[in-house]
């Protein structure tokens, strides 16, 4: 299976602070996804990223989200200001003909 | 039921049975894809099947699709312990403007009892 590396595995941080979480896609490739799934729930689609912009987001993707490619293979989801409810497993997704692959995921903790 | 809806949520059975999962939904798709999950891990693809196509097979796992019912079974036969997982099916729904995001269902858990 193609591989898709996510980092940090584990993220704790203080309700209000900033968290960024990184993912390497599979190479040379223009579509990117990130979803999250709070524990004991269903995976959710946050936003997909095309050609260095947003194709969609979910409405869970509000103000406080942020995605970016600041270097040709890495991408980085960017919480600002963090919430209890934003606890949660956040994986990244990229394509390879019309299946996605997904990393290990980020496990999110806000305390 | 929402897009993408498992049943049962669990199932249990003895190792060496066959066991059988179900999903609905309710848009037109472009294709829908099953996933396992071990507990608190990543997403591990198994098997894409594409609205065109009736049947799949990938060693031990069979997914079917039917797009009049909107509906899709994965099988495993002589299941293992190491099948024990939870299991979503994903589709990718035919709309406008789709970015081809995945919709999940909330998935079956399984157990395979040695």
Known sequence: EPEVTQTPSHQVTQMGQEVILRCVPISNHLYFYWYRQILGQKVEFLVSFYNNEISEKSEIFDDQFSVERPDGSNFTLKIRSTKLEDSAMYFCASPLGNEQFFGPGTRLTVL | ?114
């Open chain 2, 1 to 114: 039921s929402q897009q993408g809806e498992e049943d049962p949520q669990a199932l249990s059975i003895q190792e060496g049975e066959n066991a059988t999962m179900n999903c609905s939904y309710k848009t037109s798709i472009n294709n829908l894809q099953w996933y396992r999950q071990n507990s608190g891990r990543g997403l591990v693809h198994l098997i894409l099947i594409r609205s065109n196509e009736r049947e799949k097979h990938s060693g031990r796992l069979r997914v079917t699709l039917d797009t009049s019912k909107k509906s899709s079974s994965l099988l495993i036969t002589a299941s293992r312990a190491a099948d024990t997982a939870s299991y979503f099916c994903a589709t990718d729904p035919r709309l406008m403007d789709s970015s081809y995001k995945l919709i999940f269902g909330s998935g079956t858990r399984l157990l395979v009892r040695p």
